[in-house]
């Protein structure tokens, strides 16, 4: 027979809070923010169709950094390697990507 916590019990057992605890949004993220660099038109010395210009390029990346980085910390922390092995290769394939889209 196996003994009930007292919330067990009445059956008033509260969800735990519900934070992320995968890499797999961070992962997600990076994956959109990559392409998003990919795929929208920037402008260098004036804004494009889009009204994209550098500054927004470079804000791009920095988010896309920070998601890159989120991702292999906590995949190392939890020990997910296959999070970690996807989050390696999807930065490759973004940069690829990004160098053979430049006009």
Do not use: N, Y
């Not at 392409?35 to 470079?58: E, M, Q, R, V």
């Not at 791009?60 to 910390?73: D, E, K, P, R, S």
Request: glycine share 6%; hydrophobic share 50%; net charge positive.
């Amino acid at each position: 027979m196996e003994l009930k916590s007292s919330d067990q019990a009445k059956g008033t057992s509260h969800p735990k809070q519900s934070q992320p605890k995968s890499c797999h949004v961070w992962l997600i993220a990076q994956i959109m923010l990559s392409a998003a660099l990919i795929f929208l038109p920037f402008g260098f010395d004036h804004p494009s169709k889009l009204g994209l210009d550098f500054g927004h390029l470079l804000l791009l990346a920095m988010c896309f950094t920070v998601a890159f980085i989120g991702c292999i910390a906590l995949s190392i922390a939890q020990k997910r390697h296959v999070c970690l092995v996807a989050s390696v290769f999807a930065a490759l394939i973004g940069f690829v990507l990004f160098v053979c889209f430049q006009d």
